[in-house]
């Protein structure tokens, strides 16, 4: 079975510096992995996904990501952070799924990322 | 031009209720869902149809129906509403395994 750990419920940082949100997986097989953010009574919002091409995976709103197979990791960083970056973000992996198209996706418990003026 | 649209976004009922969402995705997509997102923000698939078939259906209580008249509509209706189906509802839809999942802006269930 395939599961999400994010490390860190709340992140704070000071608008301008780096922003780290971390995610670690477990799946049997390669994975599709995904993050998300979700501003206040809004939907969710994809940010960027990897699908085994590039590592290094490059998203909306100045968001990349890293997938690290010996880390079993794909954390979200920004190098500078502005005031409307304040959200909840999510990363998820894509379930195996079995006959048909499932691909349903399988969410971390999310992070806050609150930025400080 | 919403991709993929829910209604209603809020919703305020009493227990013992019945009530239903709606949702529409005018993106073409074979597989739609339908998430959970509860007071502490963990978001859970609860059911998945792919060209108007079940095919994912969580341990979710039968008071739970989902219905997919087309492939762009997936409605949830909910019976004898309880206390702790107090959540948000998203819809979603996806072109298959591995893609992007789309979702909607989300319904908001209070149940009194």
């Known amino acids: 079975a395939q599961s999400v750990t994010q490390l860190g419920s709340h992140v704070s940082v000071s608008e301008g510096a780096l922003v780290l949100l971390r995610c670690n997986y477990s799946s049997s097989v390669p994975p599709y992995l995904f993050w998300y953010v979700q501003y206040p009574n809004q939907g969710l919002q994809l940010l960027l996904k990897?699908?085994?091409?590039?590592?290094l995976v490059k998203g909306i709103n100045g968001f990349e990501a890293e997938f690290k197979k010996s880390e079993t990791s794909f954390h979200l960083t920004k190098p500078s952070a502005h005031m409307s970056d304040a959200a909840e973000y999510f990363c998820?992996?894509?379930?195996?799924?079995?006959?048909?198209?499932?691909?349903?996706?399988?969410f971390g418990q999310g992070t806050t990322l609150q930025v400080k003026p | 031009d919403t991709a993929v649209s829910q209604t209603p976004k809020y919703l305020v009922t009493q227990m013992g209720n019945d009530k239903s969402i709606k949702c529409e995705q005018n993106l073409g997509h074979d597989t739609m869902y339908w998430y959970k997102q509860d007071s502490k923000k963990f978001l859970k698939i609860m059911f998945s149809y792919n060209n108007k078939e079940l095919i994912i259906n969580e341990t979710v209580p039968n008071r739970f129906s989902p219905k997919s008249p087309d492939k762009a509509h997936l409605n949830l209706h909910i019976n004898s509403l309880e206390l702790g189906d107090s959540a948000v509802y998203f819809c979603a839809s996806s072109p298959g395994q591995g893609n992007t999942i789309y979702f909607g802006e989300g319904s908001w269930l209070t149940v009194v």
């Open positions: 990897y699908t085994s091409a590039a590592t």
């Open positions: 998820a992996v894509s379930d195996e799924g079995g006959s048909g198209n499932t691909g349903k996706l399988i």
